[in-house]
């Protein structure tokens, strides 16, 4: 039986095992993949799982010659389990909300959070539902927000559904055609560029919005 920390390696560092498995489980690997694209989008307690590095790692391995990897299944289930995890995420934030902030003396979680977080998702719901599925961490925290913050059911599914598929089908893709180029083999490289590629969207976002001018405050 394997240890707990044979476990979390496994789980962790997926893009190198991910190979080993599928040729091993050729129908189990998708489940696989679904489940963890599921837990990493779906759960607030599990954002630690591998996303941009496992879609990644999935088109590279697609790639290859012999590949038990199909990529359009692949990247149709990976989508429905992503769109599906960020939905389930929103309902547990939606549901559990009221009960989170119902505290005035929480620093960390308090009423004004939650008003400060409705006014963000509708002054930005498009922009950071969809960019922050190339965000990693913040991927996983998003769509919980949004539920606490009530932005409304089918604005929110309309840009989390395009955000998801841009994800996946792009970095999946990315993954794909560099292994025709290179080979999988050497993906472990670019895996660390995706990670700190992916996070410039939001560092500029976050710079643009410190430099934009406060809004005066409304005549009595």
Known sequence: MPSLHEVLDYFL????????????HRSGVYAL??????????????????????????GALAASAGSPIYLP????L???SANCGDLVNYSIGRAVGPKIFRSEGSKLLSKKHLTEAH???EEHGAGTIILARFVPIIRTFAPFVAGIGSMPLARFISFSVAGGILWVVSLTLAG???????????FQYVVI???IVSVIPAIIGGLRSRKKPAEPAAAE
């Open 13 to 24: 560092h997926l893009d190198r095992h991910l190979n080993q498995f599928a040729t091993d």
């Open 33 to 58: 993949l679904c489940t963890i694209l599921f837990c990493e989008t779906g759960l607030v307690v599990t954002p630690i799982l591998p996303g941009d590095s496992l879609l990644f790692a999935v």
């Open 73 to 76: 299944l692949v990247i149709v």
């Open 78 to 80: 990976m989508c429905v």
């Open 119 to 121: 006014r963000f998702y």
């Open 176 to 186: 794909y055609f560099f292994g025709r180029m290179i080979g999988p083999q050497h």
């Open 193 to 195: 560029g995706i990670v």
